[in-house]
């Protein structure tokens, strides 16, 4: 099945194409989306009713630009949030394949000349099992069919390039895996799940993916065992022996799909870029040997994932789950294990990049090289909105299995009686438009876009090589900036000598610089016909300090 649609049209395309570049800015006005089954496993979300694992079609959407003739293009398979339970039965309207943000993910990369999949995956777990042992095993359940899903549709489009004729001009050598919320789980197992002894052996919290059956208070039974959940890619028959698990006897858990070439050569499930947009990791120890670079993306009072390391918690039960890390952690150890350095050696001197080490500062830890902190205000109703790159249509009919017989969400009543669907979504996501999470979501792109080049190797990467990659950068408490909010001038202060100034549009357009100063005091003036967010570099001869201003 296939769809064409226009997305809009850019006066002037030839001047503006001169000035545009692959990868980096939208150079397609259309897209074209194709849908593809990319294996068929075994889900438990019928189990209670059914009695056994029911097999689940696992389709995706494909994206690519319509006039291209590029016949080399890179990969990105994009897995979507909703909490490893079907849309609405997570209590939330976001949570399928073919999410507002899941599209407009697929058509910003589309539009700059990948080919981008948003793909299905199967759900099912109790959220609001009786004790946090059973709910940690319901969650790495899930993941863990998560991950092996997210392989198989890797491997899919690898074995589609190799002998199905390449319909979609792929490179092969060159997939990202990207994940938004809950698809950030699985994209951290992607990556970090070499095998499934890892999930044995976690060090922060020890042993939290074993349960203690035996009762003697030390945990000895894994949560997952290949022979009754297959193995981590998903690429062997798995059969459970006997009733472990809720599973009955010689029932059918995990199918083979696609772990072969038509040669017989195994298929790769490994990518070679990650990127996370909220999520959190199991466990930092699948980390220790990784070796594919990542972007992850998190808002730093997020909570749902935590930023750095603590318990999870779940939308509607708010009942402790797991320990689990964020982008805080996942950056150090980015950092420790060399994954990153392809980063730390490139030159991002864009305002995006600014913006991530302010933000950094304000969590309170250092800039990590492929770590953006999100920091976006408290809505009125004192909930932090996490990334705020959702939106949905209130006038959209809700799944048919909701029993509402397809009335829309703004129709609905919500489970927990604080009104419907749209309603309770508004609480956090206030005002939500298409707009607003597209604006969030470019601010996203602009991070994510540049890493990208240079993860992939792809021919932008040489607008972020060479220069001077090393310049350190300073503690923001460094230099005052009086008043920020500000209308017609700013003072800088400083007990270090301030070398030069730098006023930047958020785009990163040089509107003004003042080199070969040696003060330590600074008024930048003249600046009441200046509006909204900018960046501010201030440099010394140890570094540069980059703050964010305000002026109104």
């Given at each position: 099945?296939?769809?064409?649609?226009?997305?809009?049209?850019?006066?002037s395309?030839?001047?503006?194409?001169?000035a545009?570049?692959?990868?980096?800015?939208?150079?397609?006005?259309?897209?074209?989306?194709?849908?593809?089954?990319?294996g068929?496993?075994?889900?438990?979300?019928q189990?209670?009713?059914?009695?056994?694992?029911?097999?689940?079609?696992?389709?995706?959407?494909?994206?690519?630009?319509?006039g291209?003739?590029?016949t080399?293009?890179?990969?990105?398979?994009?897995?979507?949030?909703?909490n490893?339970?079907?849309?609405?039965?997570?209590?939330?309207?976001?949570?399928s394949?073919?999410?507002e943000?899941?599209?407009?993910?697929?058509?910003?990369?589309?539009?700059?000349?990948?080919?981008?999949?948003?793909?299905?995956?199967?759900?099912?777990?109790n959220?609001?099992?009786?004790?946090?042992?059973?709910r940690?095993?319901?969650?790495i359940?899930?993941?863990y069919?998560?991950?092996?899903?997210?392989?198989?549709?890797?491997?899919?489009?690898r074995?589609?390039?190799?002998?199905?004729?390449n319909?979609?001009?792929?490179?092969?050598?060159?997939?990202?895996?990207?994940?938004?919320?809950?698809?950030?789980?699985?994209v951290?197992g992607?990556?970090?799940?070499?095998n499934?002894?890892?999930?044995?052996?976690?060090?922060?919290?020890?042993?939290?993916?074993?349960?203690?059956?035996?009762?003697?208070?030390?945990?000895?039974?894994?949560?997952?065992?290949?022979?009754?959940?297959?193995?981590?890619?998903g690429?062997?028959?798995?059969i459970?022996?006997?009733?472990?698990?809720?599973?009955?006897?010689?029932?059918?858990?995990?199918?083979?799909?696609?772990?072969?070439?038509a040669?017989?050569?195994?298929?790769?499930?490994?990518?070679?870029?990650?990127?996370?947009?909220?999520?959190a990791l199991?466990?930092?120890?699948?980390?220790?040997?990784?070796e594919i670079?990542?972007?992850?993306?998190?808002?730093?009072?997020?909570?749902?994932?935590?930023?750095?390391d603590?318990?999870l918690?779940?939308p509607?039960?708010?009942?402790?789950?797991?320990?689990?890390?964020?982008v805080?952690?996942?950056?150090?150890?980015?950092l420790?294990?060399?994954?990153?350095?392809?980063?730390?050696?490139?030159?991002?001197d864009?305002?995006?990049?600014?913006l991530a080490?302010?933000?950094?500062?304000?969590?309170?830890?250092?800039?990590?090289?492929?770590?953006?902190p999100?920091?976006l205000p408290?809505?009125?109703?004192?909930l932090?909105?996490?990334?705020?790159?959702?939106?949905?249509?209130?006038n959209?009919?809700?799944?048919?299995?909701?029993?509402?017989m397809?009335?829309?969400?703004n129709?609905?009543?919500?489970?927990?009686g604080?009104?419907?669907?749209?309603?309770v979504?508004?609480?956090?996501?206030?005002n939500?438009?298409a707009?607003?999470?597209?604006?969030?979501?470019e601010?996203?792109?602009?991070?994510?876009?540049?890493?990208a080049?240079?993860?992939?190797d792809?021919?932008c990467?040489?607008?972020f090589?060479?220069?001077?990659a090393?310049?350190?950068?300073?503690?923001?408490?460094?230099?005052?900036?009086?008043?920020?909010?500000?209308s017609?001038?700013?003072?800088?202060?400083?007990?270090?000598?301030?070398?030069?100034?730098?006023?930047?549009?958020?785009?990163?357009?040089?509107?003004?610089?003042?080199?070969?100063?040696?003060h330590?005091?600074?008024?930048?003036?003249?600046l009441?016909?200046?509006?909204?967010?900018h960046?501010?570099?201030?440099?010394?001869?140890?570094?540069?300090?980059?703050?964010?201003i305000?002026?109104?």
């Open positions: 099945m296939k769809r064409i649609f226009t997305l809009f049209l850019i006066c395309i030839s001047l503006l194409a001169q545009q570049e692959r990868y980096l800015d939208k150079i397609f006005t259309e897209v074209e989306v194709s849908t593809e089954v990319y068929l496993n075994a889900t438990v979300i189990l209670a009713t059914a009695g056994e694992a029911v097999p689940q079609p696992l389709v995706m959407d494909v994206y690519q630009p319509v291209d003739t590029e080399n293009r890179p990969f990105a398979l994009v897995l979507h949030t909703g490893f339970l079907p849309q609405g039965v997570n209590q939330q309207i976001p949570g394949f073919r999410d943000v899941m599209v407009d993910i697929c058509t910003e990369l589309a539009q700059r000349g990948y080919v981008a999949a948003t793909a299905d995956y199967r759900t099912g777990w959220p609001g099992a009786s004790t946090q042992p059973l940690a095993l319901g969650i359940q899930a993941a069919r998560g991950v092996q899903d997210g392989n198989t549709a890797v491997r899919f489009m074995a589609l390039a190799q002998d199905g004729g319909p979609y001009n792929i490179d092969p050598t060159r997939i990202t895996a990207i994940g938004q919320g809950t698809g950030g789980y699985i951290y992607m990556v970090g799940l070499d499934y002894e890892e999930i044995l052996t976690t060090e922060s919290g020890p042993a939290k993916f074993l349960l203690d059956t035996d009762g003697d208070g030390a945990p000895e039974t894994p949560m997952v065992v290949p022979v009754y959940h297959g193995d981590v890619e690429k062997e028959l798995a459970a022996p006997d009733g472990a698990f809720g599973l009955p006897a010689g029932d059918t858990t995990n199918y083979a799909n696609v772990p072969n070439f040669n017989g050569d195994p298929i790769s499930s490994r990518v070679s870029f990650a990127v996370t947009l909220g999520g199991g466990d930092v120890s699948w980390l220790n040997d990784n670079p990542m972007v992850n993306i998190q808002a730093i009072n997020d909570e749902f994932a935590p930023y750095n603590a318990v918690t779940v509607g039960s708010m009942l402790n789950v797991v320990r689990v890390q964020g805080q952690v996942v950056g150090q150890s980015q420790d294990n060399g994954a990153n350095q392809i980063f730390y050696d490139a030159t991002f864009d305002p995006t990049t600014a080490r302010e933000n950094s500062a304000i969590a309170g830890h250092d800039y990590f090289e492929g770590v953006f999100f920091n408290p809505n009125s109703f004192g932090d909105e996490g990334l705020g790159i959702e939106w949905w249509d209130p959209a009919p809700t799944p048919l299995f909701l029993g509402a397809g009335a829309p969400w129709a609905v009543p919500h489970p927990s604080a009104g419907t669907f749209h309603e979504g508004l609480f956090r996501n206030e939500m438009s707009e607003k999470a597209r604006g969030n979501l601010t996203c792109m602009n991070y994510i876009l540049p890493r080049c240079v993860a992939l792809l021919p990467r040489a607008n090589d060479g220069g001077d090393t310049e350190d950068l300073l503690s923001t408490d460094l230099v005052s900036v009086t008043p920020n909010p500000a017609d001038f700013i003072d800088l202060k400083s007990d270090k000598q301030i070398i030069s100034v730098e006023l930047m549009s958020i785009e990163g357009k040089v509107i003004s610089r003042v080199n070969n100063l040696s330590h005091n600074y008024r930048l003036d003249n009441s016909a200046l509006t909204g967010m960046i501010l570099n201030v440099r010394f001869e140890e570094g540069l300090v980059s703050k964010t305000h002026l109104d």
